[in-house]
């Protein structure tokens, strides 16, 4: 047990006033600083206690050699040198030959399945229980026999044995007694070999209500099996199945059959072997005390910055708000949910994948040093594993700890399914007019718990870097947004746990921390000098000076209705670049309720990435265009105009957000787009609102198509457009036949330089005579569709809108009824 110091003021009121301040001044520092290291000590947050034993010991040992001859001396020798042995203790990684002991790894085995055997015992699942309890008391005798000659073992495996074995006993004879008391009037029920195989089912544990059918389409499936393999590895959809999971792998510990990750270059330059938690601490645990906490987290060699930083604003969301956030995704867990420590080595994790929930399976090894010390991130609690155990699995995905880096919106996504938002601080280079607004709204969305925050800084010069104590390129884990005495301040945390901003309101600035704002923030910025844990308050201005982007992710629980498509855009459907036409992209109505007065309706595209060199280049850009469009096939990107035109970004999300209040209409069309589309993407389409809705593909109705795929303007051919009689008819014709009455869709392509169009004559003497046209003129592309014509023939004159123009065009006819096209002889070129 670790002391304070004696207090002092009764023994020195004999001194002199000038050597009671030189003794008085640091022995009351050495008095704070011992007592902030028992405090920090208590907490399991060893760094800083380490640090703080270190200080008050420096302290008292420079007391004891200025006063030689004073008769507390002693005392103050001793307590720097408990100080000095204790911050030892915490913050030297125990060495190969300090590593747990064979012994120690069997007794945590044989508790385990003890616990493992009580937790089915404890949801009533007998059958279960009992071969649970029968494995523990194997394992336990094994043990017993071979740590005979160990008492102290003994009496641990005895006690474990007792337990099992009443166990079993008292559920044997519960059983007999059931059996006994009811005989023959057990009949077995008709269906009960006949349960529909629910536990298969891929799971959905938001509170949401799905707004239309819960089973996946085969083709959807098809999707979702595909992006399963990500780095040449299967991660499965995670199914209720899996909630029984098998983790114990007695007498053997498991090994991940996928091998060991790839180490990144700066974990290779000290690596020295793969190491399991029991061999690096006494007693390993999944988390430290009652919640994880923020403050644990500690970055180290792998460039996750943005990863470290989710972990820490969804650690904190899980202490303040009280929901498990983030310890729920590890597996093994208790009923309420928390994870425990496995001794036989084996983990599963829940990640949001490739537009669905996945399951990721570890083991528990991580790399480490000679000095045993770990290289991957990992907590400041003693032997607390959740850090370092989700990092691996994430690494695992990602191909490796090798990892190229990230964005808080993809990380936070992936941890807890919450709805990613980029918002960008600079647009064009300009600051946000709307700024205030911004600062209001991420102050009251993180006081409801209805967000996740980070910020991300630009690349800047090594200068400036130092200069504002700012890492480029860095993300940081927002964990507070507060008005204090006037002035907006923000809490941000360095993943890295050092390396602090230095500008307006950091524990450097004497200007402006007052006693009553240190108050209202119950925050001492002398205190903080002392320890460098990379949290820092920093004032909205200078936030939107030196950092250029915020990462959001919702809440999802904010909507009440959800339903996703998961679908294949292949790439040889449509032109590789929409600049012209959207026309086969693909395209989805959103149908709302009319009677729906306000309200949100927000849209998440997500692309689904399975290559490590996709997700480490970005070189495939999406967004989505929104259409208040009745719902109808959109084919000129601006006409009708969007009420949402999304920009092209390269991450793998996009999110739209329709404001029901400030759009007419309810019946939308939602048009995928990608800039310079090469190769075939798999994406989910996800939409979350306020109020039901139905989202279906909108499928193209024609089930004739006939093409022309050599139509040439050319010599006397290049006719243009009916602005010039003299020439239109050399323009080449086209004779359509429709065999009924039906709906006809007419696309001319051609070559972005001229201007083109079309005109369409009926020629039945007894039917209507109007002529049809395909609009303004326009480069690239033109459509015109028709409802309703009649059965008949018809003339089609493609033309440029100006003589000489030449050029080739492919022309295309789609109906629903049969169809026959076939050239007009041409004119004689001269």
Known sequence: MVHLIWPLECIVMDLSP????????????????????????????VDAAAFYYSQAARLLMDLAYNFPTFEDRKEWIT????????????????????????????????RFLLNQALDADEKGDTKNALVLYKEAMTATLQAMNELKHKPAFQAKLDNIMKEAVARVDHLKMKEKNFLTQKGAQFVTPKNAFNIPHEEHEIVNDTNLKLSGKATLTEKEKKVILITSKINNLEFVPFMTVDYSEKFDY??????????????????????????????????????????????SIKQTVISDCSFVASLSVAALYEKRFGRRLISNIIFPRKKNKEPYYNPSGKYMIKFHLNGIKRKVIIDDFLPVDKK????????????????????????????????????????????????????????????????????RMIMQRMKNGDALMTAATPDMDEVESKRAGLVALHAYAILDVRVAQKERLIQLKNPWSNVRWRGNYSELDVNHWTKQLCQELDYDPKNAAFYDNGVFWIDYKSLLHFFDIIY????????????????????????????????????????????????????????????????????????????ANKGKRVYYPYEPEPVI???????????????????????????????????????????????????????????????VIDGEWKGLTAGGCRNFPASYDNNPDYHLTLKGPGSICIELRAP?????????????????????????????????????????????????????EESRFLLTVKSTVPLTLKMNPKPVQT
């Open 250 to 295: 007695r007498p053997q510990r498991f090994t991940d059959r996928d091998g060991f990750l790839r180490l990144s270059p700066k974990q290779q330059e000290n690596f020295h072997k793969w190491a399991r938690p029991d061999e690096l601490c006494d007693t390993p645990k999944m988390v430290a005390g009652t919640f994880i906490d923020c403050f």
């Open 18 to 45: 000038r050597r009671k301040a030189r003794l008085l001044g640091p022995y009351r520092e050495a008095t704070y600083l011992a007592k902030k290291a028992i405090e920090c000590d208590n907490n399991s947050h």
């Open 372 to 439: 045993g010390e770990l290289l991957s991130s990992f907590s400041v609690r003693k032997g607390e594993l959740w850090i370092s155990l989700i990092e691996k699995a994430y690494m695992k995905v990602m191909g490796g700890y090798d990892f190229p880096g990230s964005n808080s919106n993809i990380d936070l996504h992936a941890l807890t399914g919450w709805i990613p938002e980029r918002i960008v601080l600079k647009p064009r280079g300009e600051p946000r007019k709307d700024a205030d607004e911004l600062f």
């Open 645 to 707: 035109d999304g920009a092209r970004i390269n991450s793998p999300h996009y999110l739209a957000k329709i404001n029901l209040a400030e759009v007419k209409g309810r019946d939308f069309t939602l048009v995928i787009s990608q800039y310079e589309k090469t190769t075939t993407i798999y994406y989910s389409l996800r939409v979350y609102a306020t109020s039901p809705f139905t989202l279906t593909p909108i499928i193209d109705p024609y089930k004739y198509i006939e093409k």
């Open 552 to 627: 959001i992710n919702w809440n999802p629980n904010m909507f009440t209705y959800t339903y996703t498509i998961h679908e294949e855009w292949s790439a040889g459907v449509g032109p590789a670049k929409d600049s012209f036409t959207v026309g086969e992209n693909p395209q989805y109505r959103l149908k709302m309720s009319s009677d729906v007065k306000t309200g949100a309706a927000w849209v998440l595209l997500t692309r689904h990435i399975t290559d490590i060199e996709d997700f480490k280049y970005n070189k495939e850009y999406i967004t989505m265009l929104i259409y």
């Open 752 to 804: 972005p330089i001229p201007k083109i169009g079309f005109d369409v004559v009926p020629l039945n003497p007894e039917g209507p005579q109007q002529l049809l046209h395909s609009g303004d003129y326009r480069a690239g592309f033109v459509v015109l569709e028709v409802d309703n014509l009649p059965e008949g023939s018809y003339s089609i004159r493609p033309t440029t809108f100006k003589p000489k």
């Open 79 to 110: 307590r720097a040198e408990e100080y000095k042995k204790r911050a030892a203790q915490i913050s030297v990684p125990k060495s190969p030959k300090q590593m747990k002991q064979p012994e120690m790894v069997m007794l945590s085995r044989c």
